[in-house]
């Protein structure tokens, strides 16, 4: 029973999470870092986000394989699952706020916060349960392992890498940035900050990522 506690905890974490992100979308200020690239693929080539977002995160899972090789944990492959079961939840999350972008602008600036508080809450709850971690998670968890730099420059070097492709995928397929706008930086400087204000309420460590 303690096991499908910590597994339904799981769960809605990881919903809360996807939630945050279909809020951060329907803002229409950029979307969190972490989640750029499948954004912005999915964007681009017209592919379900939710789709989108399973395939990338499965990606970081086989860069941590080739990262870490003979210490790539089996169990590890279970990431997978995960990257499928996010994505899913992104795709109904973003059909649950199908309503219109509210054109005034300091509403999509409200929005955009309340994504970052939801994103927060929900990295807790999914760290709290104590299973595996996220496939974004995990590949700066093995990065940091093999530089053995500080966990909060290895976060701040992976954010500011997956903008960078998601900036770079829009410049070279349709010559213009999508997707990426001050809401992104919202999300890059504010997700660890809530986390951190939250954190002590939730008896977590703020080792997750938005």
């Known amino acids: 029973m303690r096991f499908l506690r910590r597994l339904l905890l799981y769960f809605l974490g990881n919903f809360v999470l996807a939630l945050g992100v279909s809020v951060a979308v329907k803002s229409d200020l950029g979307i969190t870092p972490v989640n750029s690239i499948a954004f ?12 989108m977002t399973a395939c990338v995160y499965g990606g970081y899972v ?24 996010f994505g899913l939840f992104v795709s109904i999350t973003n059909r649950l706020l199908s ?11 409200a929005l955009m916060l309340a994504s970052v508080v939801i994103i927060a809450l929900g990295i807790l709850l999914y760290l709290r349960a104590n299973l595996l971690p996220q496939p974004a998670e995990g ?9 053995r730099w500080k966990l909060h420059n290895v ?5 500011c890498v997956v903008v960078a492709i998601a900036a770079a995928l829009g410049l070279i397929t349709v010559h ?10 919202i999300a890059m400087l504010g997700v660890g900050k809530v986390m951190g204000f ?12 938005g």
């Open 40 to 51: 912005v693929a999915s964007r681009i080539f017209a592919i379900d986000h939710g789709l």
């Open 176 to 185: 213009q940035v999508v997707g990426i706008r001050e809401g992104t930086l």
């Open 198 to 209: 939250l954190s002590a309420r939730f008896q977590v460590t703020d080792g997750g990522k």
């Open 99 to 109: 309503f219109p972008t509210p054109e005034a602008y300091w509403l999509r600036i």
């Open 62 to 85: 086989l860069i941590q394989l080739a990262i870490l090789r003979k210490e790539f944990h089996p169990i590890n492959f279970l990431q997978i699952a995960v990257a499928m079961l």
């Open 139 to 147: 590949l700066v968890l093995a990065i940091q392992k093999k530089t």
């Open 155 to 159: 976060k701040l070097f992976f954010d």
